[in-house]
């Protein structure tokens, strides 16, 4: 488990000063877990969240009791991405979390070889888990991918022993199209003149018919 130490946030001090001297704001909370402002410093802070990102377990230390924690919402500066503010969830001991996990599509497709398209229809699914086994990423295999119409549901991605469905366990997560080129339209043929229509520059007016 990846390991950050915080302290308390001074109340004096502002969000801008903080990150002036390398220190970023935070707050971290839970079911039993009141919201406590926090700072950490910024660079630990990059550093784990490239590691951990939203799906891997982060113990705070250094205000008592060890908080196992997930990075549950990050604020990012629009300009430079560097992170502004973060969030931490504070899990409960022996409950299970709900969270999304994304999907790492692996293998290649036979069908994409003879020339068919795999479309990618969900990129992450929902489960509820145990802290100790939440998964960075799920596994897709898309080498069982053969021929038109065949498909994977999400029932047929390996979860965790402890992890239940919270994605409809239908819902289709790829599938295979035939490749239809589309043809280019011929322009229809410049439709012939019509009698009456207006004479182009030069051309002599036919003559009406005599009125009887």
């Known amino acids: 488990m990846l390991e950050l130490s915080v ?21 971290m909370y839970g079911p039993k877990e009141a919201p ?14 490239r590691e951990a990102g939203e799906t891997t377990l982060v113990k705070l230390k250094g205000l008592g009791e060890d908080k196992d924690t997930l990075i549950h919402d990050v604020q990012l500066h629009p300009v430079t991405d560097a992170p502004l503010h973060a969030d ?10 709900t969270l999304n996990i994304p999907l790492e599509f692996v293998g ?3 069908a994409e070889k003879l020339g068919h398209i795999v479309v ?24 069982k991918l053969e021929n038109v119409g065949d498909h994977i549901v999400v029932s047929d991605i390996k979860l965790p022993a402890s992890a239940t469905l919270e994605t409809g366990a239908d819902e289709i997560v790829a599938s295979v199209t035939a490749f239809v080129e589309e043809k280019e339209e011929t322009p229809a043929p410049e439709a012939a003149a019509t009698e009456g229509a207006a004479p182009m520059e030069g051309e002599v007016p036919a003559a009406e018919p005599a009125k009887e």
């Open 7 to 27: 302290q308390a946030r001074d109340a004096k001090a502002s969000s801008e000063d903080m990150r002036a001297s390398g220190i970023m704001p935070a707050v």
């Open 36 to 49: 406590t402002p926090i700072a950490i410093n910024t660079r630990e802070f990059e550093r784990t969240f």
């Open 88 to 97: 931490f969830y504070v899990i409960e001991k022996g409950k299970k979390v």
């Open 108 to 110: 290649s497709a036979p």
């Open 120 to 143: 990618k229809a969900l990129h992450e699914i929902e489960i509820e888990v145990a802290a100790t086994e939440i998964p960075q990423h799920l596994e897709v295999d898309l080498s």
